[in-house]
């Protein structure tokens, strides 16, 4: 489609529960990217991905988030034992060809509250 | 890391008039763009910047990448209620696909 959907809109968490996010790109975009946006609309970048291959994990709180984007199967975000301070928008957001030339479509997030 | 600072952080105007926001780094950027996002979605795309001085107009809307690279501003004219949002500029370093948000700005008309 002509959009990137992310599922599920909402979700709620205890503390320490897992939650898992999900992300199908644009089809045809091989770029894709998680944002993490906090309370202040602070955007913060968590991951990107060039196909399936992760292509800068440098904003990725390792010991508990994971991504993957393995072919033919929607993108996903995975927080082990979700913590309070993971309460955020998680954006997701997709692009055809080079970012810096044409920047980013963005799914309208998922709203993750920790409780 | 690098940082954009975008200002104002708010904006409280009446229907009809100009809206002006910008946004600096200390870094130089490649890529300057400006986004909009409306409560409960993502953000969307107004303008892109690709050269320094180049500036470009959507509709009401005109933007302009700095000479210096390290700066972009974002022009409105003639506000309209479905501009109420928030703004937020975004640049792209050389080399880096991800991109550096600023703070936003938050717009709101008065009727």
């Known amino acids: 489609g002509e959009e990137v959907a992310q599922t599920p809109k909402h979700l709620v968490r205890g503390e320490g529960q897992k939650a898992k996010l999900y992300c199908a790109p644009i089809k045809g975009h091989s770029y894709v990217f998680w944002y993490q946006q906090v309370l202040k609309n602070e955007f913060k970048f968590l991951i990107s991905?060039?196909?399936?291959?992760?292509?800068?994990e440098t904003g990725m709180p390792k010991e508990r988030f994971s991504a993957k984007c393995l072919p033919n199967s929607p993108c996903s975000l995975e927080i082990q034992a979700t913590k309070l301070e993971d309460s955020a928008v998680y954006f997701c957001a997709s692009s055809q060809r080079d970012p810096q030339r044409v920047g980013y479509t963005f799914g309208s997030g998922t709203r993750l509250t920790v409780v | 890391g690098q940082q954009l600072n975008q200002s104002p952080q708010s904006m409280f105007i009446q229907e009809g008039e100009d809206v002006s926001m910008n946004c600096t780094s200390s870094s130089i950027f490649n890529t300057w763009l400006w986004y909009k996002q409306d409560p409960g979605e993502g953000p969307v795309l107004l303008i892109a910047?690709?050269?320094?001085?180049e500036l470009t107009s959507n509709g009401r809307l005109t933007a302009q990448f700095g000479i210096t690279r390290k700066d972009s501003f974002l022009n409105i004219s003639a506000s309209i209620p479905s501009d109420v949002g928030i703004y937020f500029c975004?640049?792209?370093?050389?080399?880096?696909?991800?991109?550096?948000f600023g703070q936003g700005t938050r717009l709101t008309i008065n009727p």
């Open positions: 991905f060039q196909n399936e291959n992760v292509f800068d």
């Open positions: 975004a640049g792209a370093i050389q080399g880096a696909q991800k991109l550096v």
């Open positions: 910047l690709y050269k320094a001085g």
